[in-house]
C-alpha cells in the first residue's frame, strides 16, 4: 500500500516569491509521483510527473519538483509566483496500475 | 490534446430523480474512471474500466451505476441519491506509456447538488 503526505495544508505566499510545497510519501514498491493542481471551480490539471531518469523534473507554468529517494520526497517549488497559482496543489503516487494515491492537499493563497 | 470533457456542469436533483453524467474523451486512451471529491478533500476513486470492462470498482454503493459505450465515453447513472452524496464528479481518461505507466487526465467535473 501507499500513503502520501503533504506536510502543509495551507501556504500563504506573497505575489513573486518563492513557494516550496512539501510531499513525502511511503510504498513498499516502487511508485511513479506526480503533481497536480486544481484551481477553483475546476477539475485537476497535471504539473508534472517523475517516473525515472533525472530527479528534477520539470512541469508546466514554471513549477519543478525534485524527486528524493532516499527522503521518499517529492517536493514542488515556483520561484516566483503569480495571483493565478492561487488553487489547490495534490501529490500523488502510483505503483504501476490504476490507482493514484493522494495527499491531503495544500492550499496556496497568493497575495498582492 | 489532453482534453476530458464533462457534462453537465452542474446538476440538481431529487432523492427520487434518475438522472446520468457523461464524459467523453477523443485521445484514445484505454481506461477512464470516475472520481468523487468533497469540498477541500482529495478525490476519492469510484469506478475504473480498462478496454470498456469495469476494472475496479471501489465498493461503491448501488445507487451509482457506471457504463461504458465505447471505448471513448463513460457514464454514470444515478438514482435515489442521498444528500450526502453532493460533491464533484470528476473523470479521468489515462494510456499506457513505454514504462508500463498510467498517467491520468482530469475533465472539469460535474458539480451534483443532491435535495
Known amino acids: 500500500a501507499q500513503s502520501v503526505t503533504q506536510l502543509d495544508s495551507q501556504v500563504p505566499v506573497f505575489e513573486e516569491a518563492p513557494v516550496e510545497l512539501r510531499c513525502n510519501y511511503s510504498?513498499?514498491?516502487?511508485?511513479?509521483l506526480f503533481w497536480y493542481v486544481q484551481y477553483p471551480n475546476q477539475g485537476l490539471q497535471l504539473l508534472l510527473k517523475?517516473?525515472?531518469?533525472?530527479?528534477l523534473v520539470k512541469g508546466i507554468n514554471g513549477f519543478e519538483a525534485e524527486f528524493n529517494k532516499s527522503q521518499t520526497s517529492f517536493h514542488l517549488r515556483k520561484p516566483s509566483v503569480h495571483i493565478s497559482d492561487t488553487a489547490e496543489y495534490f501529490c500523488?503516487?502510483?505503483?504501476?496500475?490504476?490507482?493514484?494515491?493522494f495527499g491531503a492537499g495544500t492550499t496556496v493563497t497568493v497575495r498582492a | 490534446d489532453t482534453e476530458v470533457t464533462q457534462t453537465p456542469k452542474h446538476l440538481v436533483m431529487g432523492m427520487t430523480n434518475k438522472k446520468s453524467l457523461k464524459c467523453e474523451q477523443h485521445?484514445?486512451?484505454?481506461?477512464m474512471y470516475w472520481y468523487k471529491q468533497k469540498a477541500k478533500k482529495p478525490p476519492e476513486l469510484m469506478f475504473v474500466?480498462?478496454?470498456?470492462?469495469?476494472?475496479i470498482n471501489e465498493s461503491v454503493p448501488s445507487r451509482f451505476s457506471p457504463e461504458c459505450p465505447n471505448s471513448s465515453l463513460l457514464n454514470l447513472h444515478l438514482h435515489a441519491l442521498q444528500p450526502e452524496d453532493s460533491a464533484l464528479y470528476l473523470c479521468?481518461?489515462?494510456?499506457?506509456?513505454?514504462?508500463?505507466?498510467?498517467?491520468?487526465?482530469f475533465g472539469p467535473g460535474t458539480r451534483l447538488l443532491v435535495l
Open positions: 479521468a481518461s489515462s494510456h499506457r506509456t513505454g514504462d508500463n505507466q498510467e498517467t491520468q487526465y
Open positions: 485521445m484514445g486512451h484505454r481506461a
Open positions: 517523475y517516473l525515472s531518469g533525472s530527479t
Open positions: 500523488a503516487v502510483s505503483p504501476n496500475d490504476y490507482k493514484l494515491s
Open positions: 474500466y480498462s478496454y470498456e470492462k469495469l476494472s
Open positions: 510504498s513498499s514498491v516502487s511508485v511513479y
